[in-house]
């Protein structure tokens, strides 16, 4: 353990995000040094004491060469990105510092969901049909000639934010309308994504959908869990809900996930560190929705341990990233699930009634409200943050997704109407 004292692994992250905790824990453990990278302001002088260094992620090379002249004399052994926007630095800086990474364009092409889809396709990887629509093409002129159904989402962004179902050419231009004004708001076009203004058609592919959280070593890709998501997603709009795992589908499904999670991955061009994927399995066989170079995100780690000694994602993470042994662990067998508590309609958070309640429902393990008291939340297909977690553990999935159901069923959540805010030269005025 002594050896690892000198481990030092640089964590980019959103400035908000929940995991950095966790992973900060985690190096502590296993006696490695951490130094976080932030999109916070850079005009701020570290206001939460954490020295972590202030970069722009919507500018991943300028972004890595602020690390490299931060780090140069004390260089980072491995870095692990949180959350889509840090990858593309991370792997850039990976590549100047000379340490185990993704390729920079291997990342920049899962980062954009048309991009992803043209190299996968040009690769034989089964994906649904697709279509990218620029910011000046007339909608109407697309949807006439659209299969149905179909998704339109945006190609920029994650969480299911802007993802809706079209069963019609009416629904067509109306879903379109919708996603084009999400994307004109300034909160999304103050991130300055590439393509932020461009949307994606694909055809809808009918199945049970599965997430898969797994790792990449020197090429070699293991899968660590394959969650269930059994509610089912079919629209018209996709807010995620319950994971489950194990997964309860058939060995030779679950076989057929791995070879396209493995496949996906090579034609990506991916090497290295963690994934997080989703598919939709039929008769037909596992389609890819969506491949990332990242762990699971917000708190859905907490549902994943691993090993005798019940290690978490985020060690076993670590351990892999810094060489330090330990990470070639299976999941515990016992089942485990995770409810991303969905946002029943938009307005001011003013609490939660039923949590003592909730928490004593057999097979819970911890409920996280994770929304602040009087902040703004949106619902999907607007939204992208849940109001918080609900974790269980039971001898089967069964139990852990029965557990999950019956402690979200006690809470009630209590919302306000959001006031328009009148702009301050309109309205009555003194003379």
Request: net charge neutral.
């Amino acid at each position: 353990m002594e050896a690892s004292r000198n481990k030092r692994l640089l964590i980019l992250a959103i400035k908000l995000g929940y995991q950095t905790r966790g992973f900060s824990d985690a190096a502590e453990k296993v006696g490695a040094t951490v130094v976080f990278g932030t999109d916070r302001c850079h005009k701020l002088d570290d206001p939460w004491g954490d020295g972590a260094l202030a970069l722009q992620f919507e500018k991943p090379r300028e972004a890595a060469e602020a690390i490299v002249r931060e780090l140069e004399g004390n260089p980072p052994d491995a870095i692990l990105a949180l959350g889509d926007r840090a990858t593309s630095t991370a792997a850039f800086a990976a590549e100047r510092f000379g340490i185990p990474g993704n390729a920079p364009a291997a990342v920049e092409a899962c980062r954009n969901k048309l991009r992803q889809r043209e190299r996968l396709a040009a690769s034989g990887v089964r994906v649904p049909e697709f279509l990218g629509i620029s910011a000046t093409e007339a909608v109407s002129e697309i949807a006439s000639r659209a299969k149905f159904p179909c998704v339109l989402k945006p190609v920029a962004l994650a969480a299911s934010q802007g993802v809706i179902r079209a069963n019609t050419a009416v629904e067509f231009e109306r879903a379109a309308a919708r996603i084009r004004n999400l994307l004109a708001s300034p909160e999304i076009q103050a991130m300055h994504e590439p393509q932020i203004d461009w949307l994606l058609a694909e055809s809808y592919i009918p199945g049970r959908e599965v997430a898969v959280e797994a790792l990449l070593t020197d090429g070699r890709l293991r899968i660590l869990a394959i969650f269930d998501k059994p509610d089912a997603l079919e629209g018209p709009y996709f807010e995620e809900t319950i994971y489950v795992t194990p997964s309860r589908l058939s060995k030779e499904s679950q076989a057929a996930i791995e070879k396209c999670a493995a496949r996906t991955a090579d034609a990506l061009g991916l090497t290295t560190g963690p994934i997080h994927a989703e598919f939709r399995i039929n008769e037909a066989g596992p389609w890819v929705l969506e491949m990332a170079p990242r762990p699971i995100g917000g708190l859905c780690s907490r549902a994943l341990r691993f090993g005798r000694e019940r290690i978490s994602l985020e060690e076993l993470l670590i351990r892999d990233a810094l060489r330090m042994g330990g990470s070639e662990v299976d999941r515990e067998e016992r089942a485990s699930g995770v409810m991303m508590i969905p946002v029943p309609r938009s307005g001011i958070f003013e609490g939660v009634d039923g949590l003592e309640r909730a928490g004593e429902t057999e097979g819970i393990e911890e409920i996280r409200i994770t929304t602040r008291l009087r902040d703004y939340v949106a619902a999907w297909p607007e939204g992208s943050s849940y109001l918080g977690f609900i974790f269980a553990t039971g001898p089967s999935p069964e139990k852990a997704e029965v557990a999950l159901r019956a402690a979200h069923a006690t809470l009630s959540f209590r919302f306000s109407p959001r006031l328009p805010v009148e702009h301050p030269l309109k309205g009555n005025r003194r003379a």
